[in-house]
């Protein structure tokens, strides 16, 4: 049960490296139009990882702690609900996607959960490193935005054909 900034922080780095480790297993196929993009997303997503983990450890310091159960549940819901299970499916399946649209429907619904991951980090501990939770919370909607954009591209490219 996550109770704590830091177990919550903790929750976000195992998240973040998940999606760095689905960016880095998309199919060959995939590769051969997006592969620098998501090579680029993987990175951010192990410097994001690196962010939260310092982050996570400067809360440990400051024992900051959900007290509602309202939020408590909330927040571990969150957590079991993650489109990562415990034996990386997920990570593994990807890698025989062969269709540039499912990618980017996964990658979509993954940078939609870290953004819900950082909001409501920011809703519950307000006060804590806000300047650094505000951009971290902007770069995870920037993700977002550009998966979005190559989505757009593809849907436009299938329609011209």
Known sequence: MVTTVKELFD?????ENNVGKLYDNISDDVK??????????AKDEYRHAKIYKALGDQAQDEEMTLTDPK???YVQSLIEGTSFD?????????KGVKSKHQVLDVAERVEREAI???FELSR????????QVTI???EEQNHLQMVLDRKKEAEIGYILL
């Open 11 to 15: 929750a976000i780095v195992v998240f």
């Open 32 to 41: 051969k139009q997006y592969g620098v993009f998501f090579e680029n997303m």
């Open 71 to 73: 939020d408590v549940a």
């Open 86 to 94: 415990a034996e990386g499916k997920l990570i593994d399946d990807i």
């Open 116 to 118: 819900q991951y950082v």
């Open 124 to 131: 519950l501990f307000p006060d804590f490193a806000k300047d």
């Open 136 to 138: 971290l919370l902007e």
